[in-house]
């Protein structure tokens, strides 16, 4: 179906027919028979779950994390510059644990050819800023958008971002401050003068950058990408999803800084106001615009400064919840189920977020207590809640599986949820990982 086609649908309509999409995977060529039909129950498991149904049992998410590169013999270092090695650990994961899952998610990791590429600054990694053998990659939080440039951005975006923002964060991009403006050509008299920069040897060189990036971005997606289809194939979805952040994460965690986003709240809050509207549209144009290209039918939402710890109430209601509901709403008018991860602690923000339409949005907790979940938005919405990794690390397989057990008593009446594993931090037992499905074939299948 075409987007213009897809456009004079209902939003159920629409859903549907992304659903359906999901359901028949065309073009994945399966092992054999018996893969596609496993591959269409777990799917239609899942779609019953999320439209808040009961299916025939409580669906089970496995998300192996960086733990699946431990578990495969190889380290984060190793995987985010050699891509066969990443993909070597995650089918080994994948092959031992099949038995226990409805959906797989692929470690969320990059290529450091890719960052080395670009000089870029967001993040350090093992072997670049980080020790090699260090499991995780860290955020390089800073104020890269100065509190006296709102207007500037607000101006043109895109030009901020290309002249100011990237040369910031992207040290081999330095050069393009030297750039016009391309909304210059509609000014000035001479109709190509923009160009002129692009004859200096840095900018050039910035250019080349770009290029030796992409290449490498291209062979990582190939690599990984064969992956993914590969699991796939052998009957286990994904949940097809694109990721946004919430407007005021994005100036929270990349523009300003949790510093910088604080201070304006009270300083310049108009300010802060105006740029996350002009964020949101953005946003809204770009991830339905990406989730119609590759047939997603879902909207990755991880939500990181509006947990009960970084703000009160009435921020959270005035600075946070608007546009993020804002977000919502437009996916859904799309037909996208929208599947946000309230990291910290949402206890305080329940009864706000009830303030959405039932059978649309998959609440992720984490540190949220479930049984007040269950009860506030439970009835709305497909929750699911993530196992401790203090309890994955530390725990004992008995106390793991009553841990789960609850969650699943607590959670699993009427429909509507998902079983999440979480995860287990580096060196934890594989054993706790099979205890979920054990769980949800004890306590979770629906009568």
């Not at 994945?28 to 009961?54: C, G, H, I």
């Not at 692929?106 to 980080?130: C, N, R």
């Not at 210059?184 to 109709?191: D, E, L, N, Q, W």
């Not at 250019?207 to 290449?215: C, F, G, H």
Request: aromatic share 10%; charged share 25%; proline share 6%.
């Amino acid at each position: 179906m075409t987007d213009k086609e897809l456009s004079k649908l209902t939003p159920e309509e629409k859903r549907a027919e992304r659903f359906k999409r999901w359901l028949e995977a065309p073009g994945v060529e399966f092992n054999s028979p018996e893969a596609k039909q496993a591959y269409q129950e777990r799917v239609q498991r899942l779609q019953d779950a999320l439209l808040m149904k009961e299916p025939d049992r409580i669906p089970v998410s496995a998300m192996g994390g960086n733990y699946a590169l431990c578990y495969g013999g190889t380290t984060l270092h190793e995987a985010m510059y050699d891509p066969d090695k990443l993909c070597q650990a995650w089918m080994k994961f994948f092959h031992d644990f099949n038995d226990i899952s409805d959906t797989f998610g692929g470690p969320g990791i990059y290529s450091a050819k890719v960052f080395e590429a670009l000089d870029y600054k967001l993040y350090k990694w093992p072997g670049h800023g980080l020790g090699e053998n260090v499991s995780m990659f860290q955020f390089v939080e800073d104020e890269y958008m100065s509190g006296n440039e709102y207007d500037d951005f607000l101006r043109d975006p895109s030009d901020f971002a290309l002249r100011r923002f990237i040369p910031r964060v992207v040290g081999a991009l330095a050069p393009l401050t030297k750039l016009v403006p391309f909304n210059s050509i509609m000014g000035m008299g001479s109709a190509v003068g923009f160009v002129a920069p692009y004859s200096q040897p840095d900018v050039q060189e910035a250019l080349q950058a770009m290029i030796n990036a992409s290449t490498e971005m291209k062979k990582w997606g190939e690599k990984v990408g064969a992956c993914h289809r590969e699991i796939q194939a052998a009957g286990f979805p994904g949940i097809p999803s694109v990721s946004v952040l919430a407007p005021f994460d994005s100036i929270a965690d990349i523009l300003r800084g949790t510093s910088g986003a604080s201070k304006d709240m009270y300083r310049q809050p108009d300010k802060l106001h105006e740029a996350m509207e002009r964020i949101s549209d953005i946003s809204i144009r770009e991830a339905i615009k990406s989730a119609n290209a590759m047939g997603a039918v879902a909207i990755g939402m991880p939500l990181h400064k509006g947990d009960d710890a970084f703000m009160s109430d009435k921020q959270f209601e005035t600075f946070y919840w608007p546009t993020l509901k804002k977000l919502f709403m437009a996916f859904i008018k799309e037909g996208l189920i929208v599947r946000p991860v309230a990291e910290g602690i949402y206890e305080r923000r329940l009864e706000m977020i009830q303030d959405i339409p039932k059978g649309w949005i998959h609440w992720i907790f984490d540190e949220t207590d479930m049984t007040r979940a269950k009860k506030a938005v439970g009835h709305l919405s497909c929750i699911s809640g993530i196992i401790p990794h203090s309890l994955m690390r530390l725990g004992t397989i008995d106390q793991i599986k009553e841990y789960t057990r609850k969650m699943v008593e607590v959670c699993a009446e009427g429909g509507g949820f998902i079983l999440n594993g979480g995860g287990i931090p580096e060196g934890g037992d594989p054993q706790k990982l099979r205890i979920f499905m054990q769980v949800a074939e004890e306590y979770g299948r629906y009568r």
